[in-house]
């Protein structure tokens, strides 16, 4: 290919859709921080949306079993019968939810899981309310889709989630679905099983299905491990994934849980968009729910609720505002110290040139606020953390 | 979840759109094949879309060395870069083409890049050219992106193959990109270097882009293996994987190639959609490359053009109808013998449940004399492929 025929001698131009779908800013920051790292630089990872645990060793050897097998092939678009049931299980066992594993669809990811919900709910035009901030994911897809994401505020005062109360407030005609994270990303706050009860019923009298993204299930300190799944399945479809709790991001396996003729219409679209989930993947998650494999994740939960209890007051203490305390998920979503008067993009630029601290600003994650927004993921063992607190507090020292 | 919940208990009705989306017939077949071999039948599987041969060892073993490292994080959107270096580097080194990382972009098969491709090019409304028969998921996975696909009927006079001329014939306003395969789906015919160049003319002149599915790239026999990218990338994208030649199908892994403002701009699409492709498999692809493992592919290849040179005259003596050698995937598109009235879908239930043999009808693939049409796929052995082909000989007589 010569250097001419790299750029535009095309004639064909991309879509305005696809265009339209912007870079996260933290992708530009992770890339800047990794040329710093090249040239000797010490930077401190506090943007990663991922455990920095690998993924734990049974489900590890399991994979590996796999592999020694040869299960290679592809499986069912629902993904592994075998897998279907252990997921179904684990409701039952942990949640005391009794579901039927054709309640349940394997998907590559819970970004899998979403396209699939999207796309069997969704006729182009449709309206569908999310919170900002919210995991961008969720608008940037449903715009590809031809959906209008409904982007409604929400602040500390609601600890960023939509209630009932608020959605009713914001509702408009067209509105066919409402998106809630639980625990959430940004900003680890939790739902209980009150508020999502709100939220389904208020759904369900409007004639709208009420999503709620479950990835960060598990990841909970001090407050009750609920599931939406406990309110039935009428109108509601619950997405959740292995890359979180189960530590298995890079495998890209998640699910979806819905009602019986959803999945079917899902396992469809399945068997178009994606063939189905990779394979070894899907047999090294059956020991994701193994008493061994369980005793490690709760020790990692542990870890992260130890790290949440250093870092939150740590954060409040150089004067980040974060009103009420996360319960949930790896992220604290601070708001500016009222004296520091850049945006929170300038802010953090500065923080990773000059202190070699990586944050993500607000801005991935919606408008609302979100210039005096960043988003600390402790990602990060307790003693990177306290170095970041420490190059932090030197940082706003020196403001 | 009680019985009735199961139910259509819920007020919110899926979309049309992925109402619309129907099941594939094979499917239906697979799970009475798979009913009646429970019950204790013999049942030959000619039905299959994927090597019957497990991944190659070196690559399970690169696989097993990922997983044994931990190496299961997200990676990039786009793909590690050794790996995009890799698939860039294979076609320097067996197709001549000079090709730099920044035109690769992995994804989750080729289905992934597919969704890919068609998100980036196209608006709601556009209309993209594919033949008829082609892969199902082209015109599906158009449906549900708004676009609209613009059947053509092919017959064995082009190969089942869009030629230029047919292509330009067939042209009506608002297309706005061409689909072809090449080692094709469902009918293993393979386009040489000059009909794809005079498609990439047509296209270009006519400021389409020409989209080429290259996913049984390698598994020919007898005439030249060649790839699109020689034309360049203008206006170009070429689809692949690891799943067929390489044997990688449950692994879902692979890639796309086109100009450095499409591939940025899947990039994003990418981070939206999937966040990137399964980790393990990407350290695994890196070791598809190898010597030991191009020696056993060109085994595997081999194997294959055996068992196409056993079954295409085997089925054409029985009468079949195969005017022209497929050159290339592992199926064969055979016409019903004339003296056969009933339609395809009829003829292979009966097949089935008569004599074992699964096949796949024609209305799999689209609707041009789809009736008339069967797809045999020789991803089982010689011996299976013999007592098929007697199965099949004794189902014939007693027709
Ligand atoms: C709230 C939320 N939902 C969904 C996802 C998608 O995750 P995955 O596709 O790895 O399951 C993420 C990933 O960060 C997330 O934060
Ligand atoms: C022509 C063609 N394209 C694309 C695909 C998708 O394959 P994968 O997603 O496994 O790469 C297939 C699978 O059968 C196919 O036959």
Redesign the interface.
Known sequence: ?SRG????????P??????A????HV?RLLARAHELEAAGRSIIHLEVG?PDF??PEPI?AA??RA??A??????PAAGLAELRRAIAGHYGRRYGV???P??ILVA??A??AL?LVF??????G?RVMIGDPSY??YR??LR???AEPLSVPVGADSDFQLTAERAERAWSPGV??LVVASPANPTGSVLDARALADLHALC?ER???LIVDEIYQGLVYRVPDVTALAL????LYVINSFSKYF??????LGWVAG????IQ??D??S???????????QHAALAAFEPETLAILESRRLAFETRRDFLLPALRELGFRIPNRPDGAFYLYAGLPERVREDSMAFVTRLLEEVGVAVTPGHDFGDHAAGRHLRFAYTRDLDPLAEAVERIASFMERL
């Open positions: 290919m025929r790299d750029s535009l001698d095309g004639s064909v991309l879509a305005a859709r696809a265009r779908v912007q870079p996260f992708m991922e690998a993924t590890l994979g590996q592999l020694a040869g299960l290679t092939h592809y499986t009794d579901l039927g054709e309640h590559p990811g970004s899998g396209q796309s069997a709910l969704l006729e182009p449709d961008p994911c940037q897809v590809l889709l031809g066919r679905a369900r004639g709208a299905a039935g399945l009428d109108d530590g298995m991001t890079g495998w890209r009602s019986v003729e959803s219409v899902m469809r679209l068997q178009n968009l994606f063939i189905a989930a990779n394979t070894p993947a």
